[in-house]
């Protein structure tokens, strides 16, 4: 057992520092700046394409109840408060080119993590509640057109939809995302190091 322990402690003592140049740390952090923002933009564009396919809905289909009315209405409502965010932090990301100043666009990265984790803790949940809400109010007419089980099913679902993207999925979705920037944090300071050192 002490030979294994002395071994494990020779092991954890030795480290390799593995040399990469700054110019290939560039194009690994380009490549994974441009997933990042490719990421961010589909998001908006799926949550505008929902926007719009909810407004057409609610436009050519006549709706006799008033709960049916503001269902959509919190629906547009959470799809344009989660849009306006997501484009937000897609800004921080889009808007500077890392190669011209890389503290600026460093600092903007902390920024664009900070902004991605309140998104996922708490414009998370008012989004949630919001088309938890709209959901609800929409059902009232429109599930009256249905069968009771139909009804029992389809309430089953969506609810269990979301609280399995609020909980599994949102988790991991938070866990891989703070993974990924961090890593491209640590990616250019230590970038930022080696010009300073050069």
């Known amino acids: 057992m002490q030979e294994f322990d002395h071994i494990q402690s020779l092991w954890q003592s030795h480290s390799v520092e593995v ?13 994974e700046v441009n997933a990042i923002r490719n990421k961010s933009l589909f998001n908006i564009i799926g949550m505008m394409v929902s926007f719009v396919a909810i ?3 609610w436009l050519f289909f006549d709706f006799n109840s008033w709960t049916t009315h503001a269902g959509l209405t919190l629906f547009l409502s959470a799809i344009a408060v989660s849009t306006f965010t997501l484009y937000r932090s897609h800004r921080l990301l889009a808007q500077h080119d890392f190669t011209t100043d890389p503290n600026d666009f460093l600092n903007n990265l902390k920024s664009y993590q900070i902004s991605r984790y309140n998104l996922y803790s708490k414009m998370y949940w008012v989004y949630a509640i919001l088309l938890s809400l709209g959901i609800a109010m929409y059902f009232f007419e429109i599930l009256s057109y249905f069968d009771l089980w139909a009804q029992l099913l389809i309430i089953l679902f969506c609810f269990g939809w979301i609280i399995f993207c609020s909980t599994l999925v949102r988790k991991s979705v938070m866990k891989k995302e703070k993974e990924r920037i961090a890593l491209l944090i640590e990616k250019f300071e230590r970038i930022e190091n080696q010009f300073k050192e050069q």
């Open 19 to 31: 040399k990469i140049s700054s110019d290939e740390m560039l194009q690994q952090a380009k490549k």
């Open 55 to 57: 407004a057409i809905l």
